[in-house]
């Protein structure tokens, strides 16, 4: 699914225009990221939970020369899934 899907998806259960379906996904991805940005924990009932999270800074090894490489500490999104996609299996 990609985002023109989920705009077609509301143009059907909604009487509204395609640029319009646009705005709404749009507003509501952006408001998503700049959430994770500012550190905010999303929760949607019933689909799962976006969580931001510390990653601890570390050493790994370049594959190609086998040379070590610092990793610097940054940030990652955990997705814990909501009690309706439990028990679903992806393919």
Avoid: H
Wanted: no cysteine; net charge positive; charged share 30%.
């Amino acid at each position: 699914m990609i985002k023109i899907d989920i705009a077609n998806a509301l143009m059907q259960a909604l009487p509204i225009s395609k640029a319009t379906a646009l705005q709404i996904v749009d507003l509501l991805t952006n408001r998503m990221k700049q959430a994770l940005l500012d550190d905010e924990r999303i929760e949607i009932r019933g689909f799962g939970v976006f969580e931001p999270r510390p990653r601890k800074s570390g050493q790994g090894r370049n594959i190609k020369t086998g040379q070590r490489v610092d990793i610097p500490k940054g940030r990652s999104i955990r997705f814990k899934q909501g009690k309706d996609l439990r028990g679903i299996e992806v393919k």
